[in-house]
């Protein structure tokens, strides 16, 4: 079997060819990825067929009444999950071992519990969209090993629910602090509303909620998340000995640790540039999936630490329930 992310129906020469397996709550993003350059939505899914006939004609797209059909089309690239929790584990894992990549706006699975169903799947689903793999996170990667070790970060993440789970933010985040710091010794969360596993991965509202990464070695990171009526938005400042580097989809900040700017926007350091960043949630997942896409010639992306993260989603939600530090390692070591 080839490996994660990899088509086995052609090279990735021109737009990727999606199919989209959602809700109607997903109209809107929906019709901004359809209307990136790189993208063409050629196939629309979903569990209620009047929702699914009027976002396949919203989008110029084919209706199909299951997401193993669409993976097994050879007029489709790769599959986009926005609504995984409309389907049974039994399909959620038949669609990972075919040998076509199978993309989602959150984690599969999102609870502890459900690992056991997915452990022997070779497979995860691509996450999408990946800070941690985006150009415009890469792309400042030289300011970044300016300011010297990272100290502590801190994580902003913000949507409204058509554009995101709960879940699916976290996961975003955690999966950028587990790059960067590796698996924490303790957690600590504030504010979560939705802490019933089958909450916390549909796209409903949530107030903002904190939770704190504290690592052995004195290291920090912190993660908000707020789903909605807010304007997208992800935000992350990292720091470190010799300054700051403020990150978002709009914006590339670095500060030195005299408090001069040495740098911004896309001036980037060696005058490599960047494209204008995408702003609105649909031009984000767009661009992200096309840059995936055009990868896929060459080497894969580093995969997300999918046991680690779950051992974290679950401390965040039971630390937030109890108002007790939790430890992720103990978690994981269930697995």
């Keep these: 079997m080839r490996p994660m992310g990899e088509s086995s129906s052609r090279q990735p020469r021109g737009p990727l ?6 809700d109607d709550g997903a ?3 929906l019709q901004q990825i359809a209307g990136h350059e790189g993208v ?3 196939m629309v899914g979903g569990t ?4 699914v006939r009027s976002l396949a004609d919203a989008a110029a797209a084919k209706v199909v009444g299951d997401p193993r059909e669409a993976l097994a089309s050879d007029a489709v690239d790769a599959l986009l999950l926005l609504a995984p929790e409309t389907l049974e584990v039994a399909t959620l894992r038949a669609m990972l071992e075919l040998d076509k990549p199978l993309l989602s706006e959150r984690p599969i ?3 502890i519990e459900d690992w056991v169903d997915f452990e022997s799947v070779p497979r995860r689903p691509v ?6 793999a985006s150009r415009h996170w890469l792309a400042g990667g030289d300011w970044i090993e300016a300011i010297g070790p990272v100290e502590a970060m801190h994580v902003d993440l913000r949507c409204h629910p058509e554009e995101g789970s709960l879940a699916g933010r976290l996961a975003d985040g955690l999966d950028l602090v587990l790059s960067r710091f590796g698996m924490p010794a303790q957690i600590a969360a504030f504010g979560m509303t939705l802490a019933d596993p089958p909450e916390f991965q549909h796209r409903r509202p949530q107030p903002p909620v904190t939770m704190t990464a504290a690592f052995t070695d004195g290291r920090w990171a912190t993660i908000s998340v707020a ?3 807010y304007p997208w938005h992800r935000g992350v400042e990292l720091l470190g000995p010799d300054g700051a580097v403020r990150w978002n989809d709009r914006s590339i900040e670095w500060i ?3 408090g001069t700017e040495r740098g911004s926007g896309t001036g980037l350091p060696g005058g490599a540039g960047l494209d204008a960043p995408a702003t609105r949630p649909g031009a984000v997942f767009g661009e992200f999936l096309h840059r995936w896409w055009l990868r896929q010639s060459g080497p894969a992306d580093p995969p997300m630490p999918h046991r680690e993260l779950l051992a974290c989603l679950e401390a965040t939600r039971l630390a937030s329930r109890t108002g007790s530090l939790e430890d992720p390692g103990g978690l994981l070591s269930l697995l």
């Design 256 to 258: 030195g640790a005299d």
């Design 127 to 132: 996450p999408v969209p990946r800070i941690s």
């Design 27 to 29: 109209r809107s993003l």
């Design 48 to 51: 209620r067929p009047t929702d």
């Design 40 to 42: 063409e939505l050629v």
């Design 17 to 22: 060819r999606l199919a989209v397996w959602a």
């Design 227 to 229: 789903i909605g009526p």
């Design 109 to 111: 699975p999102v609870r």
